[in-house]
């Protein structure tokens, strides 16, 4: 990578919630960020306040992320980094989660992070350059209940990572995981993982919840110069919920 100049980032689900704190921190890092959201309005609004470029992207429509990022790499000429956040945070009980409850999640929580990684990682190995962080989840370490298809994705984000690093380590490229736990994001204060917090937070070495500004920091790190011999492994940030 040249010295000096600007790098891009790519968020995806970055309208809200932990995706637009990462592209706060990335912004305040100095790196130029597009924010990427099925909710365009909202990514428009996260870009405008952080001087990053918005992008409407559902990340499970496989034209959609090839426009994309081909229009990131015409307009802004290079991607070092991506953020692989867009998800679905259901609650289900296994009994409920039909086949096409299943499919669902799996479109967007992992179909879409093999699309646009697979695109994007094109772009950055013809630059010899890369940093890819998959936002996992503790729910994988924990094994919380009444998600088990979003465990699944979770966990096959993770498995992506471990997979996938020595092939790209070739190009330069380092991949890791971040697993949060929960975190009080607008779709979980909207949602009933809200009522986690009472169960989870006594497990905690930290008695408050946890924010989007206390997961963006450890994001910002592996997409950085400095985590540059870091690949392939899952960093939780869950306030010591889990320990492994
Ligand atoms: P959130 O629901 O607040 O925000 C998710 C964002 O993703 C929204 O802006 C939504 O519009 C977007 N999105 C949904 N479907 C999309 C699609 N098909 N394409 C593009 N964007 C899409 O969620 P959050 O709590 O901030 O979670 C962000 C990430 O963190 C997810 O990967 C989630 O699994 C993970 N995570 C969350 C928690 C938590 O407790 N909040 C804990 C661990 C991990
Ligand atoms: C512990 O990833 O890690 C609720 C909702 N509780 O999405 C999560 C915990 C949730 C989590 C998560």
Avoid at 34 to 44: E, L, M, P, S, Y
Avoid at 162 to 175: D, F, H, P, Q
Wanted: overall charge negative; proline content about 3%; aromatic content about 4%.
């Amino acid at each position: 990578m040249a010295e000096k100049e600007q790098r891009v980032a790519i968020v995806t689900g970055a309208a809200q919630g932990i995706g637009a704190a990462i592209a706060e921190e990335l912004a305040a890092d100095g790196v130029k960020v597009v924010v990427t959201d099925i909710n365009a309005t909202g990514a428009t609004a996260v870009a405008e306040r952080i001087g990053g470029v918005a992008k409407a992207l559902d990340v499970s429509d496989p034209d959609a992320v090839a426009a994309v990022v081909s229009e990131v790499v015409d307009e802004l000429g290079r991607i070092d980094i991506l953020v692989n956040n867009a998800a679905l945070v259901p609650l289900t009980a296994w009994e409920d989660i039909t086949f096409a409850e299943w499919r669902r999640v799996m479109s967007v929580n992992l179909d879409g992070i093999y699309l646009i990684t697979h695109a994007v990682t094109e772009v950055m190995g013809r630059a010899g350059y890369g940093r890819i962080v998959n936002i996992a989840s503790n729910t994988f370490v924990a094994g919380t209940p009444n998600c088990a298809h979003y465990v699944a994705t979770k966990g096959a984000s993770i498995g992506l990572v471990r997979g996938l690093a020595g092939e790209l380590g070739k190009n330069g490229i380092t991949i890791n995981a971040v697993a949060p736990g929960i975190i009080a994001s607008e779709g979980v204060l909207n949602g009933p993982h809200v009522n986690g917090f009472d169960y989870v937070v006594p497990m905690q070495a930290f008695d408050r919840r946890g924010l989007p500004q206390d997961v963006a920091p450890a994001v910002a790190f592996l997409a950085s110069e400095k985590a540059g011999w870091i690949t392939g492994q899952t960093l939780v940030v869950d306030a010591g919920h889990t320990r492994n």
